[in-house]
């Protein structure tokens, strides 16, 4: 029964968000893309003109699992690496991007977004 209501929860959220009676923007702010670092706004030229990724991983489905994005059906979201030049990993920061063309912008590895005004 659980499996049902959770079905029928993501299904109404997502008819909801379509239809403009959730509001998209309402867990982040917005960042223009003139006040993105430097690394953010290459990030965001190289998903534009599609790669070459310099991270195996940039691409993937983001989950979304922090819920702080609006909800959408798994597979509509793409995570992709911005550099952090002080790190030896992929370190925290990333892009977003939505299947329609938004993108969200994290500095602290999902736990908080903005959406990157253009």
Known sequence: MRGWLRLLIVA???IASAFGFVRDDAAVGWIAV???PHE???TLALIKDGGAFPHARDGIVFGNYE???PPRP??????????SPW????GPRRI???RDGEFYYTDDHY???????E
């Open 12 to 14: 109404w959220l997502t």
């Open 74 to 83: 798994r597979g509509y979201y793409r995570e992709y690496t911005v550099r």
């Open 34 to 36: 003139a006040e993105l």
């Open 111 to 117: 736990r908080s977004f903005r959406r990157i005004r």
């Open 87 to 90: 790190r030896r990993d992929r």
């Open 96 to 98: 977003v991007a939505g």
């Open 40 to 42: 953010a706004r290459q």
């Open 67 to 69: 819920k702080l994005v």
